[in-house]
């Protein structure tokens, strides 16, 4: 009979408790395995196949390292077909595995159910809670009015990126006049408010000349749109678009013969530089926490190359993957074990050294605060995209600090 120092524990029961994936309180697994939660079918199925292959990746490189409180990291998939109740099904799935951290990036959405089963779950199992890795839902509200302790976003909000566009903007004086067209629905709706608001602190000599909210994923032919933008006499335009509605928006731009600049949270989002094409050479620019082309050490551009080698047909883009692995080894040393509620309070304000500078989660509302490059869509670059000999180049680094809006969060923490 062998007994485990650790827990007091026979082999055979050890087996039957890591079936079961707690143990007082306590996660306890051979393997430390995460729930990812997002497309693998449906309209968003190639981005979340993407995704995927980056969790995959970054698990790989973190288990050749040694893995995370000596334990492999295991990705296992449940799609959810980006619908919030199908996430809602897939979340308890991931539960009765035992699986205890969760992973999601596809949709705002689908990222508001999910924070909300997490809370439940946890308000419900006390000792059986779950740790939600938020790497794509930006809407504000997350981690703003609907903030919980259990929700941590890699992906900076709505406001955060508009805080960085608008630093942006703020340095060019010859733009006198802006439009602004987002998608109908909350992310949107956030999208437009920040960007009046932010503009009107900055820039109060800019005129918004036109505001205007349409149906998400139904037009087909963005032509009335831009040429209400054309007759307002905008010198610029701000989008919140992502998908189909970006692309078909910049491609009816480019038909209309409209050269003026449109700033974007997704231009460089997977699928949009191909669609693109041409047309949106010196036009395009975006606001992201990563880009092929941003100055990168030698060993983060063969990350990037060992990536693009294995997976041919992929760009390295989720770059946040290695950040939440690496922040989340951190925080297992920290917290002694995988502690739940322990690991969770260990990621509270912390720290942690990324390839592009310092990043912080923010202990107020869990946002994660990190520089955020501006780049425009270019034919100068070393590094192109989709294998369309274009790729984005650097306008201006925003700093973290910089970017910190503020919120209105009031975390409620377990005692």
């Known amino acids: 009979m062998t007994l485990n120092l650790k827990t007091g524990l026979t082999r055979s029961a050890v087996a039957a408790v890591v079936a079961l994936g707690i143990t007082a309180g306590t996660a306890s697994a051979e393997t430390l395995k995460i729930g990812f939660i997002d497309p693998l079918s449906g309209a968003s199925a190639q981005t979340g196949d993407i995704e ?7 698990a790989d490189k973190m ?25 809602l099904v897939q979340y308890q799935k991931a539960v009765d595995q035992g699986i205890h951290f969760v992973a999601q990036g596809v949709g705002s959405s689908v990222s508001a159910a999910l924070t909300g089963a997490v809370l439940k779950n946890n308000e419900r199992n006390p000792g059986e809670e779950t740790i939600f890795f938020n790497i794509g839902g930006i809407d504000p509200s997350l981690t703003n009015d609907n903030c919980n302790f259990w929700h941590f976003a890699f992906d900076q909000n709505v406001d955060v990126k508009m805080e960085g566009l608008t630093n942006y903007i ?56 831009v040429q209400k933008i054309m007759s307002s006499g905008a010198e610029a335009v701000l989008t919140g678009n992502w998908g189909s509605d970006m692309t078909l ?33 010196g ?11 941003a100055d990168a050490s030698p060993e983060q551009l063969a990350k990037q190359d060992e990536f693009e080698a ?39 304000g912390m720290t942690y050294e990324g390839p592009f500078g310092t990043v912080t989660m923010r202990a107020d509302d869990h946002q994660l605060l990190a520089p955020l490059f501006v780049s425009t869509f270019s034919d100068d670059v070393k ?31 377990p005692e």
């Open 310 to 348: 294995k997976y041919p047909d992929t760009d390295y883009y989720y770059e946040r993957t290695f950040t939440v692995l690496g922040m989340l080894k951190n925080a297992v040393e920290k917290a002694g074990g995988i502690h739940m509620i322990e690991v969770a309070k260990a990621l509270e």
């Open 283 to 293: 036009l395009v620019t975006q606001i992201s926490d990563f880009h092929e082309n």
């Open 63 to 87: 288990n050749e390292a040694g893995g995370i409180g000596g334990m492999d990291v295991e990705f296992v998939a449940f799609d959810n077909k980006g619908d919030p109740k199908e996430t």
């Open 52 to 58: 995927l292959k980056h969790w995959k990746f970054a």
């Open 383 to 413: 590094r192109d995209v989709e294998k369309t000999g274009f790729g984005f180049k650097t306008d201006m680094l925003v700093t973290a600090e910089s970017t910190a809006a503020p919120t209105t969060c009031q975390m409620v923490r």
């Open 170 to 225: 703020e340095t060019l004086p010859d733009i006198k006049s802006v439009y602004i067209i987002a998608q109908d629905y909350s992310f949107g709706k956030s999208f437009i408010a920040a960007a009046e608001k932010m503009l009107a602190e900055k820039r109060p000599d800019i005129k918004i000349v036109g505001s205007e909210l349409h149906p998400v994923a139904k037009v087909k032919d963005f032509t009335p749109y």
């Open 249 to 281: 928006l910049i491609k009816a731009a480019a038909a209309a013969g409209q050269e003026v600049p449109y700033f974007t949270y997704y231009g460089g989002a997977i699928g949009a530089p191909s669609a693109m094409g041409k047309s949106a050479l």
